[in-house]
């Protein structure tokens, strides 16, 4: 058991270490819409950001779903669309990570937020997925498309990950969805400090 542990957290290291997080380096060869799609399966920050938003809405509540998932969408897709505008897009995996701890600390308490933080942190989640996520492609429609897919996979993810938050009622599961959030809680500190590190080199 030790250790099966010890490699499950060397391989989580590993998978964290800092690396480039844009959509057109993470996926190579599978397509346009495919690399969308699973873009943010394969980037650790933006994944991080996406269990701990769905997470966090699902525990708030159904209401908080209603406004929350809308809210991330919009957020994700108006990023996307204001790509071809940003010359040079900044490093989000800072604020990415930021969105998780936050989002993921809340859900360890075991206390439903308010409805405004939810939606407040749907909203940096989504806005920082969308930038860092930016399509780079050699024409308008396989952006188009690589974008598409990439919101379509995001708010896929948060969804999934909200309604299974919204059914975990019993003592059990709520006890198991904050250690999922203590998990993610300490991925985004280990995140945040690997790249604290990196960038002091």
Not at 11 to 36: C, K, M, N, R, T
Not at 39 to 45: D, E, I, L, T
Not at 72 to 78: E, F, Q, V, Y
Not at 124 to 146: C, H, K, Q, T, W
Request: hydrophobic fraction near 60%.
């Amino acid at each position: 058991m030790i250790r099966r542990r010890s490699v499950l957290l060397a391989s989580a290291l590993l998978w964290l270490a800092p690396q480039g997080a844009h959509a057109h380096g993470a996926i190579e060869g599978v397509g346009d819409f495919y690399a969308g799609l699973l873009h943010p399966f394969v980037v650790p920050a933006e994944l991080l950001a996406l269990l701990a938003i769905g997470l966090l809405i699902g525990r708030s509540g159904l209401a908080a779903c209603r406004l929350g998932i809308p809210i991330l969408a919009g957020a994700m897709a108006a990023a996307l669309a204001s790509a071809p505008a940003i010359t040079e897009a900044p490093d989000m995996t800072i604020a990415l990570a930021a969105a998780a701890l936050v989002s993921a600390a809340i859900v360890t308490t075991g206390l439903r937020a308010p409805r405004w933080i939810t939606a407040c942190l749907a909203m940096v989640a989504g806005l920082a997925v969308g930038i860092d996520a930016a399509p780079e492609a050699n024409s308008r429609f396989a952006a188009l498309l690589n974008g598409a897919a990439t919101l379509l996979g995001g708010v896929a993810l948060v969804t999934i990950i909200a309604a299974l938050g919204l059914r975990a009622e019993k003592h059990w599961q709520r006890i198991g969805t904050q250690v999922a959030a203590s998990w993610i809680v300490a991925s985004a500190v280990l995140y945040l400090a690997l790249q604290l590190v990196s960038s002091t080199r």
